[in-house]
Nanobody, 119 residues
């Protein structure tokens, strides 16, 4: 029932911007913590930005001041605005939602979207 659908990836030159979108269906949006992760070739998947159900946010040091995570409750969508992109931002970006209830934690992942930043 829960589905995460991502969009917005692509190719951009260094210094440019992209906005990733993740629409979350299945009735969990308002009660879930959400995050964007990325995985570059040969590297582990890492947390880029997270937002909790009460709108606390956190960012990886490498993207602070450049990336912004936000949500639109009316659209059940979480965004990642990426500005001043660098070649080292190149990776597959994944959307994640996580819920906790009755002592059970559940995680849901999007399919991933490629972001490529050229020099």
């Amino acid at each position: 029932q829960v589905q995460l659908v991502e969009s917005g990836g692509g190719l951009v030159q260094a210094g440019g911007s992209l906005r990733l979108s993740c629409t979350i269906s299945g009735g969990i949006f308002s009660r879930s913590d959400k995050g964007w992760y990325r995985q570059a070739p040969g590297k582990e998947r890492e947390l880029v930005a997270g937002i909790t159900s009460n709108v606390n946010t956190n960012y990886a040091d490498s993207v602070k001041g450049r990336f912004t995570i936000s949500r639109d409750n009316s659209k059940n969508t979480v965004y990642l605005q990426m500005n001043s992109l660098k070649p080292e931002d190149t990776a597959v970006y994944y959307c994640k939602a996580e819920t906790t209830g009755f002592g059970v934690r559940r995680s849901y992942w999007g399919q991933g979207t490629q972001v490529t930043v050229s020099s």
